[in-house]
């Protein structure tokens, strides 16, 4: 488990929705917080955050300079800023981590100390309830160990997957996005129910129930999701009159447009641009 991590201690550098999820699982995973350190922007937030998990709060110096693995967790568009900022103070023997969509590792590695290891992540926000799915590359001077020690820390908060770093942009459309596009059916089907009359938090309740065992069915029967849904599909019955709406509003054609423009999305942001 990522907690086991042998006393290394790890840096969030950018501690908003993703990094402070990670950093929540961590310490869950039995991560001493002592070897824990974020950086904020805000002096309110890194007291927050100190208050909250019982990490140190320090600057970016200081990360670099204290920390072993650098997780970087800032929006794509704030990357070049940091990297500025951090660039020169990150010793080639530390592990840099970097969390953000579309950004290559080369990227980094033209502006880090020569040789300094880079391995690219795309988690997803499920590493709050330890179900997260974190899509992992090494960059050309990240050694195997390296690659092994970024799996100890997101194995400790769900599932981690090495990929060719060439993957790395459809990952990012799949599962780094992907638990937006669950919530956005599921807030559709919500408000199916209060069309077909239903109070809302009985329709929240069934369409989650739904979700949860239709989810652990996909995960643990082992059936391919054609299957499952066949079984449910009665012969003139009501699934299929639902499919055949869904169908006719082209919402398969509509995800595989939406995946495609997400792959795109972090292909735009491979230079950190707007
Ligand atoms: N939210 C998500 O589901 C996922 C996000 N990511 C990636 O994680 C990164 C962060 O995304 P979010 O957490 O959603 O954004 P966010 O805006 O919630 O967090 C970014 C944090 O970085 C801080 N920050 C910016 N510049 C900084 C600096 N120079 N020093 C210290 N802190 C600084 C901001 O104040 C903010 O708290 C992005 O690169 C995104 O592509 C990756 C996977 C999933
Ligand atoms: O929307 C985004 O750009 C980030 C990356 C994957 C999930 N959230």
Not at 104 to 129: I, Y
Not at 166 to 184: I, N
């Amino acid at each position: 488990m990522g907690g086991s991590a042998t006393g290394q201690k790890i840096a969030f550098l950018g501690t908003g929705k993703i990094g402070e999820a990670l950093l929540s699982g961590l310490l869950r995973a039995g991560k001493a917080p002592g070897d824990v350190m974020v950086t904020a922007r805000r002096t309110e937030r890194a007291e927050e955050l100190t208050a909250r998990y019982g990490v140190t709060a320090v600057s970016n110096a200081d990360a670099a300079k204290l920390a072993d693995t650098l997780i970087l967790a800032v929006k794509p568009q704030d990357m070049g800023a940091l990297l500025e900022e951090l660039a020169p103070q990150i010793a080639a023997d530390k592990l840099v981590i970097s969390a953000a969509a579309g950004i290559p590792t080369a990227w980094f590695e033209t502006r880090l100390a020569a040789g300094t290891p880079v391995v690219r992540v795309m988690p997803n926000t499920p590493v709050l309830v330890d179900e997260g799915m974190s899509v992992i590359s090494g960059g050309s001077h990240a050694t195997e160990a390296h690659l092994v020690r970024t799996e100890e820390i997101f194995r400790s908060v769900g599932k981690a997957l090495r990929v060719p770093e060439s993957q790395q942009d459809a990952a990012t459309a799949l599962s780094g996005s992907g638990p937006a596009y669950f919530y956005f059916l599921v807030e559709a089907m919500i408000d199916a129910g209060i069309l077909l009359g239903l109070p809302r938090q009985v329709a929240h309740e069934l369409i989650v129930q739904s979700a949860i065992g239709a989810s652990i069915m996909l995960r643990d029967s082992g059936e391919h999701p054609v299957k499952l849904r066949e079984a449910v599909t009665s012969p003139a019955g009501t699934t299929i009159a639902a499919i055949r709406e869904l169908e006719n509003h082209g919402v398969r054609a509509a995800l595989l447009g939406a995946l495609e423009a997400a792959r795109d999305r972090s292909r735009e942001l491979a230079t950190g641009g707007k």
